[in-house]
């Protein structure tokens, strides 16, 4: 998988992050090379990176090379403030956060010792933390491919692939194992309104990989489960509260109420660094909301909604614990009760 794709890394040179912009797929594939703060602001803002665990990638190595150029004396406040700036930039994903304050509490741990050191040390931290994804995206694709069958066929929301993660990506792991195993699963991808990540983007790793996928509008999934076509959801996650409750793309949730009306066991696959115990239920999840014109005109050639329309855009919703037959993790397949279990395992 690894030279498959690379959505994320740094620069030959050290002076940039180099990101796969997830914004020009699936017509191109084009790479920018981000330096200063506001580039890599923008970037996470505007889905350019995207995908809870590698938006935690993308700012650990964008922290490494902002710290750079920070001079002696002014080298704390500034890696501070860039903590701030940058997980201000998207609140759900817990990644963000996470892996930003991981190279904050690196580098503050390190206070006295010399400052080339301690970029070095953020540079080893960043590098750790990809290589940490990859290894738990790698556990996580074989252990939701023992919950599969050869022959089945599963439903996907938003993008949870490698351009999301990285290598294997965590939803869609197991597909991607299978297909190299020769072992045929197939898909049936929500477009997932408004940002069309399953269009743009599942869609386009799946035919990539050489699986056999069909793209449907969101509200067809009802239909294909009453029909018997789908035999599994898998979706990603962007935030796990302590009870179970996940935060993943709009529309998951429907997906998952719709499942459990049919029968379709619903597998949410995630790293440990998107489980957050200190929410203790998905109440205490922030929502991101964005601009009402990603649905009013977005990816239109002329809106599809009257000037000036008042629009409600959740970025996510949260799936409630009840409705989920199974978390798969880098630590295994985890069954309810999820409260008891997730904090055995990661407490
Ligand atoms: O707004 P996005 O595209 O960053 O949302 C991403 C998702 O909801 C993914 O399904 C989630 O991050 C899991 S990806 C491994």
Redesign the pocket.
């Known amino acids: 998988m690894s030279d498959k794709v690379k959505n994320i890394a740094l620069s030959p040179d050290g002076s940039a992050v180099r990101i796969l912009d997830q914004t020009r797929l699936p017509g191109e594939v084009v790479y920018l090379d981000l330096h200063g703060r506001e580039e890599m602001y923008e970037a996470i803002k505007a889905?350019r990176v995207?995908?809870?665990?590698a938006i935690g990638i993308f700012a650990a190595w964008g922290l490494y090379v902002l710290a750079r150029s920070y001079g002696e004396d002014e080298f704390f406040p500034r890696l501070d403030d860039d903590c701030d700036y940058l997980i201000s930039c998207r609140p759900t994903?817990v990644n963000l956060a996470r892996q930003a304050e991981r190279m904050r509490a690196l580098a503050h741990g390190m206070q006295g010792r010399p400052i080339p050191d301690i970029v070095a040390a953020l540079g080893r931290e960043a590098k750790a933390i990809h290589e940490e994804d990859v290894a738990m995206c790698r556990t996580i694709a074989e252990a939701g491919l023992s919950l599969l069958h050869p022959g089945d066929t599963v439903l996907t929301h938003?993008?949870?692939g490698p351009l999301?993660?990285s290598e294997y990506?965590?939803?869609l792991g197991p597909l991607l194992l299978a297909a190299e195993r020769g072992v045929e699963i197939k898909a049936y991808v929500d477009e997932t309104r408004p940002?069309l990540?399953g269009a743009r983007l599942t869609a386009w790793e799946l035919m990539n990989a050489g699986i056999d996928c069909t793209l449907i509008c969101d509200n067809m999934a009802a239909l294909a489960m009453k029909q018997g076509r789908i035999r599994a959801v898998l979706?990603?996650?962007?935030r796990m509260a302590a009870n179970g409750d996940a935060a993943?793309?709009i529309g998951t949730s429907g997906a998952a109420i719709i499942a459990q009306h049919y029968g379709v066991p619903v597998y949410i696959l995630l790293p440990s660094s998107t489980i957050d115990l200190s929410c203790p239920t998905g109440a205490d999840i922030p929502i991101e909301e964005r601009d009402g014109e990603e649905i009013r005109s977005m990816w239109y050639v002329q809106p599809m909604a009257p000037a000036g329309v008042k629009c409600w855009d959740p970025?996510?919703d949260v799936t409630d614990h009840e409705l989920i037959t199974a978390v798969v993790t880098e630590k295994g397949v985890i069954y309810p009760p999820y409260d008891v279990n997730l904090k055995k395992l990661f407490g």
Do not use: E, M, V
């Not at 979706?235 to 962007?238: E, H, M, S, T």
């Open positions: 889905l995207r995908g809870a665990p994903a938003c993008n949870a999301a993660t990506g965590t939803g940002l990540q979706a990603g996650c962007d993943n793309k970025a996510f």
